[in-house]
């Protein structure tokens, strides 16, 4: 399984972006992708995941209103559209799969340990 974020840049605070994640080799039906963000010195903060079970979605209380996670299946890619965003939301972001949680997990279904596969960030710059 292969996962390679595309997308960031720099943009002003208020501004938005569109994250992409596009993955291979997946063999499973059901999995979840989550979109992290790590900043040094901090945990990787789980933002928003999507179960391709049944379509549901979740969101970090920190991002939620504001970014919205979508999967595409016919170009084996999730995306992260990320409006009005602020100073806070400057990080490295990454894609990653679970075949581990059920969409009803609500306490592990943004933590970065439940997810197995992890593609290669893309670094977001908001400034103020």
């Known amino acids: 399984v292969q996962l390679q974020a595309f997308g960031g840049g720099l943009v002003q605070s208020g501004g938005s972006l569109r994250l992409s994640c596009v993955t291979s080799g997946i063999v499973w039906d059901n999995y979840a992708i989550g979109w992290f963000r790590q900043v040094p010195g901090k945990e990787r903060e789980g933002l928003a995941c999507?179960?391709?079970?049944?379509?549901?979605?979740f969101y970090a209380d920190s991002v939620k209103g504001r970014f919205t996670i979508s999967l595409d299946n016919a170009k084996n890619t999730a995306s992260l559209q990320m409006n009005n965003l602020k100073p806070d939301d400057t990080g490295v972001y990454s894609c990653?799969?679970?075949?581990?949680?059920?969409?009803?997990?609500?306490?592990?279904?943004?933590?970065?340990?439940?997810?197995?596969?992890w593609g290669q960030g893309t670094l977001v710059t908001v400034s103020s």
């Open positions: 999507i179960f391709t079970r049944d379509g549901s979605t």
């Open positions: 990653a799969i679970t075949i581990r949680l059920a969409s009803s997990y609500a306490h592990r279904r943004l933590r970065h340990y439940e997810y197995d596969y």
